[in-house]
């Protein structure tokens, strides 16, 4: 404590609320009241648990392809050939407008687009239980500093388990951080007249 009077014990359980350090001082004669300053830092315990999926989608081209052409003049669109138009399923599209341009310069509306299509399906690939837990522990130390205000962690007990379709990781730590948050005392008589 800088300014104040500690309320608790280095090494003391608390509770969540409770003062730790009083902004009252009692000198005997009378009470000095003040801000009350200091650092307090505890050992906690916090846990947590993340879950990832198993598996990822992973696109794979089948070496396909298919061409669509068309004539647009000025806001139509006038297809060439029977399958010319948008194409369905998964692919990836590649539009090419070739716009009929006079000599000087002048552009009429008037071009010719050519969509090709790459087609491509979906595949899933089982994530390696060893890649995923170094990232899921990673993921969780950096939540739990994130979430302190200051300290560190301490020890940590970590088990991952596989369950159906997903990865469930669960962490126990053990951490020294800043637990003091600033609050107000009341002032006054208990009868709620004073402020």
């Not at 969540?16 to 906690?44: F, H, M, N, P, W």
């Not at 879950?51 to 990822?56: G, K, L, V, Y």
């Amino acid at each position: 404590a800088l300014q104040g009077t500690v309320l608790c014990r280095p090494g003391q359980a608390v509770k969540r609320g409770q003062v730790l350090i009083s902004g009252y001082t009692d000198c005997g004669i009378y009470i000095r009241a003040a801000q009350a300053k200091g650092e307090v830092y505890a050992e906690t315990l916090r846990t947590v648990k993340t879950i990832t999926p198993a598996f990822r989608l992973v696109r794979r081209e089948t070496g396909g392809q298919k061409r669509a052409l068309s004539l647009i003049l000025g806001k139509k669109r006038i297809k060439l050939w029977k399958d010319s138009g948008i194409l369905q399923g998964s692919c990836d599209r590649m539009d090419r407008r070739y716009e009929l341009t006079l000599p000087g310069g002048f552009q009429l509306p008037v071009c010719l687009a050519v969509d090709t299509c790459s087609v491509w399906e979906t595949a899933r690939n089982t994530l390696p239980e060893d890649g995923v837990r170094g990232h899921l522990q990673t993921f969780s130390r950096d939540y739990l500093r994130s979430a302190m205000i200051a300290g560190s962690i301490l020890n940590a007990s970590e088990t991952m388990t596989r369950q159906k379709n997903a990865y469930v990781f669960s962490g126990r730590y053990s951490c020294l951080e800043s637990i003091g948050v600033t609050v107000r005392e009341q002032t006054g008589e208990t009868n709620e007249q004073g402020s």
